[in-house]
Structures are given as C-alpha cells and as structure tokens.
C-alpha cells in the first residue's frame, strides 16, 4: 500500500513556465511533509518541507501549498529553470516514530 | 563535518553470494534509515533505526535483507543470498531524530547481481 502518492509520474515544461507538482497522502499520523530533489547521478537532497499546522511554506521559486482537509499537496516552482531538471519526491512522517516515508517522485525536465 | 558515507561505491555479486553495504552517519546523529531505490519501485524503505534500536525491518525485505547498528558510527546492510533482482542503488540515510528528521543522504552503492 503506496501511503504517498504523486503525480505526475514525469513532467516537461518550457523555461520560465511555473511547474506544478502534485502529492495526497492517506495517514492521518503524518503530520511533517518534506520535499526531496534528486539530480541524476545525486542523492536526494531536502528542498522545502510543511508542516500540519501551516498552508502554505515559501522558499524563492518554490512554494508548497497544503490543502489539509483533502489530504493533498502541491509544490509550485515558479519561473523554472533548466537547472530545476530533476526528480521531486514528496515524503511525509509523522507521530508515529518519526519513520519518513517516500511517494515515488515526479521527474521533471525544464526545457530551454 | 563529514557527510553519510556509503561504501563500497559499487558491488557486483554473482547470484546467491553475500554481500555486505556498509555506512557511517553524520556524526551526533540518532536515526538512521536503509533504502532502495530502483526506477520502477522509487525509494523503499529497508530499515529505520533510532538510537542504535531497530524501529522497522522493511517488512518483505525481512527473509533476505539484515541491517544493523553495531555502534552510533557504523551500521551494515546483509543481503544473502542476492537474487539479480536486488540489482538497485542503497542509500542509507542518517538524521538528528528530532520533529523535522530532515534526511541526509550517502553517495549510495550501485548494486549489480548477474
């Protein structure tokens, strides 16, 4: 049972276009929501994360908004860059042990 | 401060031998997290430990996959016997533990099993 999911599964806009990425989740425990940016060949690394008690978190281009009450995210990345090329992971934990559990990314590529 | 440290880089194995991953976590930090990652499957978690206990074993990677925490500095992952279909990147991951648990990711060990 796939406990985070996102979509899309991949994604290719045009440089300067606003990219959105899409994540629900099921456990009503989770209550941290972290987003993870992968470059091909890297690890991944934590971009931008939410918690329950705010709807919307901003960091430069990237803006996640949360909806809680249909248990779904969103991560915005406004004017994209070619260099935003890579796989997004939307992760969540929780009460429950802090345990991070990943959806299973959406890989973008920003063309020029 | 040094990062996770993953070795080795990269392991072949013949099909039914054992190998074993090894890691090091960011010094002072409580939890430490086992995944694979393949391009179908994503990130699957392995094993979570906190304070050196086990919290998860992975569930169905519990027949042939072992991971433990010999001290806070070191932890090892098992697979015996491998089947090619364990061929996937490992990537361990440690973290303070604390309510964020932000992850900090090794380099990882391409694993190839013929």
């Known amino acids: 049972q796939q406990q985070v999911r996102q979509s899309p599964q991949s994604l290719t806009v045009w440089e300067g276009e606003t990219t959105i990425l899409n994540c629900s989740y099921e456990d009503s425990t989770f209550d941290y929501f972290p987003w993870y940016r992968q470059f091909p060949g890297k690890s991944p690394a934590l971009l931008i994360a939410?918690?329950?008690?705010?709807n919307k978190k901003e960091d430069g281009r990237f803006t996640i908004f949360f909806n809680k009450r249909e248990k779904k995210l969103s991560l915005h990345i406004t004017d994209s860059q070619p260099g935003d090329s890579a796989t997004y992971f939307c992760a969540a934990s929780g009460t429950g042990g802090y345990k991070v559990v990943f959806g299973s990314g959406t890989r973008l590529l920003v063309s020029p | 401060d040094a990062g996770v440290t993953q070795t080795p880089r990269h392991e072949v194995a013949e099909k039914g031998q054992t190998i074993i991953l090894k890691c090091e976590p960011v010094?002072?930090?409580?939890?430490l997290f086992w995944y694979r990652q393949t391009k179908i499957q994503g990130l699957e978690l392995l094993s979570y430990?906190?304070?050196?206990?086990?919290?998860?074993d992975g569930g169905a990677f519990k027949d042939r996959f072992k991971a433990e925490m010999l001290n806070s500095s070191f932890s090892t992952l098992k697979i015996q016997p491998t089947e090619p279909k364990d061929s996937a990147v490992y990537l361990c991951?440690?973290?303070?533990?604390?309510?964020?648990?932000?992850?900090?990711f090794g380099a990882g060990t391409r694993l190839s099993v013929l």
């Open positions: 430990f906190r304070s050196k206990s086990l919290m998860e």
């Open positions: 010094s002072g930090h409580n939890d």
């Open positions: 939410i918690s329950l008690v705010s």
């Open positions: 991951a440690s973290s303070l533990g604390d309510r964020e648990n932000t992850l900090y």
